[in-house]
């Protein structure tokens, strides 16, 4: 019996919840194709609910979180992968029904795995992460409706956060004129140093007013806290824009009206990087290794160990994370 660590979340008789970092059995691994020797994780706000007892997010516990992981696989009954093979593996159930990646092992099934691009480490797909992944779904989706660098401001809200950074850093990349909208302005230098033209504050994309439209400020927008904000934004995109939208930071619902979509065309497109199909989810992570790779990844993360990851965890959910947080399980 191989056993390995893990950040592992127990409900006690109490019903609280108690994570620690414990060994844990290969044994106890589901039953899919593929084990994959974990390098590498992140820490998302999906990994911090489950880790607190979150039921929406993990239905039963003991549970190891991490919807993120970057390896080499380890043994395999699948032909299309190797042992030695390095591999992503992202989004799925992977750290929220399944065991997740802050664990040295995962094994999960084989049409989940992405081979790891030839130009991208491990260390840097983690660094791109699930965040990464979904900020370029958002720029897919821009550039599939010809919103290009020369449309006009590109908005994006929770410019701190994991997915409002790398989109940031990717739209920069490409060449577009960046508007980061933030209540964190002491971050303000990070944010030009990563890539955005101007910085706000979030309050200035949050108009509570009945009025259907606003003055049009900007091509496209990716939005990750959705609530008051995604319609804001609605209400201030341009002709034949595009609003990308993934969070619900400011609420689950959205009120706003038909005048931005059948008056100025605009386009409200959902980024998915849970479920994303394989075809797509390839090309974009061979974008991510080429042509969208942020030049300045390591500055968008900091690096914790397992052990150390208790105490992001607690940072993220009181709002004080900044950035990328890269978990390094090679120790």
């Known amino acids: 019996m191989n056993t390995f660590k893990a950040l ?26 593929v084990l994959v020797e974990v390098q590498y994780s992140s820490l998302n706000y999906k990994d911090a ?19 993120d992981a970057a390896g080499t696989v380890a043994e395999s009954s699948n032909s299309q992968f190797s042992i030695g093979d390095e591999v992503i593996i992202t989004g799925y159930d992977l750290g929220q029904n399944m065991l997740g990646g802050f664990g040295q092992y995962i094994r999960v099934p084989a049409d989940w795995i992405v081979r790891l691009p030839k130009q991208l480490s491990l260390r840097e797909s983690m660094i791109i992460g699930t965040a990464g992944f979904t900020a370029a779904i958002g720029v897919h989706h821009l550039q599939h409706n010809n919103v290009n660098p020369d449309s006009g401001d590109i908005l994006v809200t929770g410019a701190t956060g994991g997915v409002g950074i790398m ?14 909208a933030t209540g ?11 890539g955005a033209s101007k910085v706000i504050h ?13 003055s049009s400020k900007w091509a496209g927008a990716i939005d990750t806290v959705g609530g008051i904000m995604l319609d804001t934004t609605l209400r201030e995109t341009q002709h034949n824009g595009t609003v990308a939208c993934c969070g619900n930071v400011l609420g689950h619902e959205l009120h706003t009206n038909v005048y931005p979509f059948i008056l100025r065309g605009v386009h409200l497109a959902g980024m998915d990087s849970g479920n994303c ?55």
Request: proline content about 4%; glycine content about 6%; aromatic content about 6%.
């Open 167 to 180: 989109a940031i850093a990717i739209l920069s990349k490409l060449g577009y004129k960046i508007t980061a």
């Open 8 to 33: 592992v979340v127990e409900e006690q008789s109490d019903g609280s919840f108690q994570r620690a970092v414990r060994e844990w059995s290969t044994e106890k691994l589901p039953d899919h194709e």
């Open 277 to 331: 199909e394989m075809e797509l989810r390839r090309k974009l992570w061979e974008k991510l290794a080429g042509e969208w790779k942020p030049e300045n990844l390591e500055q968008l993360s900091r690096e914790c160990s397992l052990q150390e990851l208790d105490n992001e965890i607690d940072r993220i959910l009181k709002g004080q994370q900044v950035g990328r947080i890269l978990v390094n399980l090679t120790d």
């Open 49 to 67: 609910l489950s880790a607190t007892g979150n039921k929406g997010v993990t239905k039963n516990y003991p549970h190891i979180p991490g919807i």
């Open 202 to 214: 979030r309050d200035e994309v949050q108009d509570e007013t009945s009025r259907p439209l606003l």
């Open 184 to 194: 964190k302005m002491d971050q303000k230098t990070f944010l030009h140093d990563m």
